[in-house]
Nanobody, 127 residues
Framework: QVQLVESGGGLVQAGGSLRLACAASGLTFSSYAMGWFRQAPGKEREFVASISWSGGGSTDYDDFVKGRFTISRDNAKNTVYLQMNNLKPEDTAVYYC???????????????????WGQGTQVSVSS
C-alpha cells in the first residue's frame, strides 16, 4: 500500500520560512518524480514544484514561487522536501505531495500525471 505523508506545516508570519517533508512508503521511491501542489480556500489545486526521480537532475517551479521555494529529495530516506522562504499571505493553502511514475529524468506539472497523493498539510501565513 502506497502512502505519502506530509509534515512540517503550520502558522508563520509573512517573511518567515517553513520546510515541508513528504515521506513515501510502499513504492520504489527512486522510480518516481515527486511534486508539490497546493489548494487555497475556494480555489482549485495548483502546481507548486516538481523534481525528477534522480533528485540531482531536473526541477520545475511555478512562477509565483520561483526564487522563494526549493524542492529537494533524499532517495535514501524516501522523502521529498519543500523549503519555503519569504512566505507571503497568499501562500496560505493546504500543501499536497504527489508521486508520478517516471521512465526519464522528467518533471511533471499536471495533476493527472501523478498517481499517488498525500493527505495534505496546512500552511498559514499571517500578515
Amino acid at each position: 500500500q502506497v502512502q505519502l505523508v506530509e509534515s512540517g506545516g503550520g502558522l508563520v508570519q509573512a517573511g518567515g520560512s517553513l520546510r515541508l517533508a513528504c515521506a513515501a512508503s510502499g513504492l520504489t521511491f527512486s522510480s518516481y518524480a515527486m511534486g508539490w501542489f497546493r489548494q487555497a480556500p475556494g480555489k482549485e489545486r495548483e502546481f507548486v514544484a516538481s523534481i525528477s526521480w534522480s533528485g540531482g537532475g531536473s526541477t520545475d517551479y511555478d512562477d509565483f514561487v520561483k526564487g522563494r521555494f526549493t524542492i529537494s529529495r533524499d532517495n535514501a530516506k524516501n522523502t521529498v522536501y519543500l523549503q519555503m522562504n519569504n512566505l507571503k499571505p497568499e501562500d496560505t493553502a493546504v500543501y499536497y505531495c504527489a508521486a508520478a511514475r517516471s521512465w526519464s529524468d522528467s518533471t511533471w506539472k499536471r495533476e493527472f500525471e501523478y498517481r499517488y497523493w498525500g493527505q495534505g498539510t496546512q500552511v498559514s501565513v499571517s500578515s
